[in-house]
Nanobody, 121 residues
Framework: QVELEESGGGLVQFGGSLRLSCRAS????????MAWYRQGPGKQRELVAS???????RMSDSVKGRFAISRHNGENTVSLQMNSLKPDDTAVYYC???????????????WGQGTLVTVSS
């Protein structure tokens, strides 16, 4: 079983910064693409950023230029550096990963519990 644990959420003022981290643990053969999603109040869950095992990044237009995603493959960890935060960034942020527990296993979609980011005006 593979689990994801997020950390780094909290309260920050407008224009501030936070760094979220997500670590995969358990029986892991390989972690493929890892991503950050978020769900704001009254909104649908949306993709914020993703990064493949090879380092290819994808960033939502709404955060491009302010956020950065990075990955430490050796520890199956992904981070999201969030700068110039705005109230619209307030959301529960979820880590997501495609995980394989063995060479012949089917990739499974794993989600973290979520960490709350609140940006004050």
């Amino acid at each position: 079983q593979v689990e994801l644990e997020e950390s780094g959420g909290g309260l920050v003022q407008f224009g501030g910064s936070l760094r979220l981290s997500c670590r995969a643990s358990g029986t892991i053969f390989k972690i493929g693409t890892m991503a950050w999603y978020r769900q704001g109040p009254g909104k649908q869950r949306e993709l914020v950023a993703s990064i493949t095992a090879g380092g290819k990044e994808r960033m939502s237009d709404s955060v491009k230029g302010r956020f950065a995603i990075s990955r430490h493959n050796g520890e199956n960890t992904v981070s999201l550096q969030m700068n110039s935060l705005k109230p619209d960034d307030t959301a529960v942020y979820y880590c997501n990963a495609a995980a394989l527990t063995s060479l012949f296993s089917t990739p499974m979609d794993v989600w973290g519990q979520g960490t709350l980011v609140t940006v004050s005006s």
